[in-house]
C-alpha cells in the first residue's frame, strides 16, 4: 500500500488489497472510499471484497467508481461529501491514486488557491498541472455564482 496525503484529512492510493486494511486501520484511516470500477479488477479486488475487509477494520468504506466520462460535478459533489462524512482521515483509490487526486483537486477549486491545489497533488506524487485551465474555470464558476447569491 502507498498512501500519499494530500491534506491531513485525505490521502490516496494506488489499488489496495485485503491485506492492507489492518495497517490502513493501525495510521488512523476511518474512511476508505473506492473510486475504481469492478471491471478493470479481478474480484479479489472489487468493491465489495475490500469493503468486507474494511468493515471487518471498523472502517467506514464508500465506493464511487470513476473514469474519465464520470467525473461530473455531481461525483465531485459526493466524493466531497464522503470525505467531509467521515469521522476522520480519508484514504481513497483508483489504479494509480491520480483520478483521486483529480476528484479531490475539482472538489476544492471552489475554496482553495489553484497553486496550493497542484502544489499538493504534485509533493503527492501526481502532476495534474494539465488540470490548471478546469480548475480555474471551477474556481471562477464557483465564484461566479456566489456573487448571484
Known sequence: MDARTLTPRYSVSPQIAVE?????AEAG?????????????PPSHQAEAIRAAAEAQGLRFEVLPLTHQTMTPENVAQQQAFIEASEGPVLAYCASGTRCSVIWALGQAPVMPVDEILAATAQAGYQLDELRPTLIAVATQSALAEGDS
Open 20 to 24: 492492507d486494511l489492518p495497517q490502513l
Open 29 to 41: 484511516f476511518t474512511t476508505v472510499i473506492c473510486n475504481r470500477p469492478d471491471a478493470e479488477v
